[in-house]
């Protein structure tokens, strides 16, 4: 058979592949143009969305041509879920990483040599040494698979060390194709990865970035912990979610706090023994309703695909890791929020990070630029959604209709004589004080400072009573946002007037402010509830059947059947194998595995 009848056959393959093990009738979006690349020898670069099915385009390529798939990964903590969740498919998976004794990597080493395994999970730092190389070399590879491929960029938000060793696998497997997937990464970052893996010649697949199920919303920081609390209780009583927060110690704080508010809250930071943050991802993996209070150290990777909520406490420091942090909720494309609340001290003690770090001054001058970014997106007053998605360079054809702002159109009000008055004040004070000490200047404050620097004598003094001191934090801190003033933090958080402002001073321009509400600015949210179609009797049932399966194997819940799967047993009601046969997420691995016990769940109840 001549190499395009063997191609055909392969993709015939992969569509049997895609339907007999993952009990899928069709692919989504590009992943088939993408699978028939990588099986026709050709290398990938792939941007998908977060739980847009980037796992498919190396697990059935790995499986249809010969030999084992390498996923190169840098999450050794998840390495044993991932297997796990294969295994259940029948697919043959294993790992090499430092959790595994000398004896037992033996083991792996000795399958992966005799052709018993379809894929391999191995972390940067091991395959880059030479023991692993060689055994590599001694192997059938089916292909190279680089997740977080974004972990490459020294521009992007999880930049790891050794992934800049990842361009040897060109140079020393030329003829095993390539296919390096990240969800997350700007034109600059995408340059990186293509120069630093050698990319250059490979076909690149964009995904739209949008997320339609996730709800954007942000609001200001007036009490962050009851405004948690209320949207907890308001909209996620019993759900699994992520809460962000930029310190070990905040973490450990809000997830006590939460603990004793009778939410299942646990901590994750670096700073943990290794044996408590493994623990606590496990319990979050497998147990149901479980709530993480994390630091960006928590996240990358993680496949739980009912996570209702992100919640961040502190804003992100760019766009990046926002989107890649919100996009672990609502995998599954079920509805879910990602909630923000920020404060201008959010951009001074990132900032004041910034100015910390051992980066270079171009590096420094890109973190910024990154942050006004995010700052931007905060203070928006137009669709959320429409700015996120054209910072990726991907757009949409009208206001999405699922953010706050679309939801409820922000107020604005003319604040263009108040931004003046705050612009007047910076200059006048000499541009070395910061927003409290402009406020009592304009308010007209009679306090030691004002009378020290003698600026009760200023044409400023005294001419803003008209705005409150919550009101003129909200004129300096879009002054900010938009870069009309910066924050010198040599000068202790003093604001600094920068070039754009000298039009509004001059009475060349105007400008719209949002009016910022008390409280939590945002309406509640309905709560989502389940189809009016389905028992609610019977989705317990088939929860229950689920949760004692994944008890019984060691494995979280979804790896046994997503939502998705158990909602349309609801509205299907299969009675015999083969009418389970057809339930989506039923290969035939997973009919012998647990068609019985869902079966008799469904007749036991009906």
Not at 158 to 183: G, K, N
Request: with cysteine.
């Amino acid at each position: 058979m001549g190499s395009a009848g063997v191609y055909c056959v392969a993709m015939n393959n992969a569509q049997q592949i895609l339907q007999s093990v993952f009990g899928y009738e069709a692919f989504r979006g590009p992943q088939d143009a993408i699978i028939q690349t990588v099986i026709a020898g050709g290398d990938a670069l792939v941007l998908m969305p977060t739980g847009g099915g980037k796992s498919l385009c190396y697990q059935i390529p790995a499986l249809a041509r010969p030999g084992c798939g390498i996923v190169i990964s840098p999450l050794i903590a998840l390495m044993q879920d991932q297997v796990s969740a294969m295994r259940q498919l029948g697919v043959r998976a294993s790992y090499l990483n430092s959790t595994l004794d000398a004896e037992e990597a033996r083991t792996v080493e000795r399958e992966l040599l005799s052709g018993e395994l379809d894929l391999l999970y191995i972390a940067p730092e091991r395959l880059t040494q030479g023991r692993c190389l060689s055994l590599l070399e001694q192997a059938s590879i089916a292909l190279f698979a680089i997740d977080e491929a974004h972990c490459v960029s020294q521009w992007g938000h999880d930049f790891r060390a050794d992934y800049l060793q990842l361009s040897l696998l060109h140079e020393r497997f030329p003829a095993v194709p390539r296919i390096a997937l990240t969800a997350t990464a700007d034109e600059r970052t995408r340059a990186e990865i293509i120069l630093r893996l050698d990319l250059a010649q490979a076909e690149q697949f964009i995904a739209g970035f949008d997320r339609p199920n996730i709800r954007y919303r942000i609001a200001l920081k007036t009490n962050p912990r009851a405004q948690l609390l209320r949207f907890l209780k308001d909209e996620h009583a019993k759900d699994a979610g992520i809460v962000y927060c930029l310190s070990r110690k905040k973490t450990e704080e809000i997830s006590l706090w939460l603990q004793q508010q009778g939410f299942n809250a646990l901590p994750y930071h670096a700073g943990l023994p290794p044996a408590l943050r493994a623990d606590h991802q496990a319990r979050f993996l497998r147990e149901e309703g479980v709530i993480i209070v994390a630091t960006i150290a928590f996240g990358m990777g993680i496949d739980k695909p009912d996570v209702r909520f992100v919640a961040h406490l502190d804003m992100p420091k760019t766009i990046e890791s926002y989107y890649q942090e919100t996009g672990r909720a609502g995998r599954d494309g079920e509805p879910a929020n990602a909630w923000m609340i920020y404060g201008l001290q959010d951009v001074i003690k990132l900032r004041q990070m910034m100015a910390n770090s051992e980066g270079s001054e171009e590096h420094k001058r890109a973190e910024q630029h990154r942050l006004n970014a995010m700052l931007g997106l905060c203070e928006i007053t137009t669709c959320r959604r429409e700015s996120l998605l054209k910072y990726f360079g991907d757009t949409l054809p009208q206001p999405c209709g699922n953010c706050d702002t679309c939801l409820e159109p922000v107020d604005t009000w003319d604040g263009t004589e108040a931004a003046r008055k705050a612009l007047s004040a910076v200059y006048r004070t000499g541009q070395r004080f910061g927003v409290n000490h402009l406020i009592d200047v304009l308010r007209g404050a009679s306090n030691d400072k004002i009378k020290q620097f003698d600026h009760q004598q200023l044409p400023t003094y005294g001419v803003g009573k008209e705005l409150d001191n919550t009101q003129w934090r909200s004129v300096f801190r879009q002054l900010v946002a938009r870069g009309y003033t910066s924050v010198d933090l040599a000068q202790f958080g003093a604001l600094r007037l920068e070039e754009q402002c000298r039009p509004l001073l001059r009475g060349e321009q105007d400008i719209q402010l949002r009016r910022d509400v008390g409280g939590n600015t945002t309406r509640q949210q309905t709560k989502s509830v389940l189809p009016a179609d389905i028992d609610v009797g019977l989705w317990e049932a088939l929860r229950e059947c689920r949760r004692l399966l994944a008890e019984e194997q060691g494995v979280p819940p979804y790896v046994i059947f997503h939502d998705r799967s158990l909602k349309e047993m609801c509205t299907v009601l299969p009675r015999t194998p083969e009418e389970f046969s057809y339930i989506t997420g039923v290969g035939e691995r997973k009919l012998d595995k647990y068609g019985a016990a869902f079966l008799r769940a469904i007749n036991e109840y009906l």
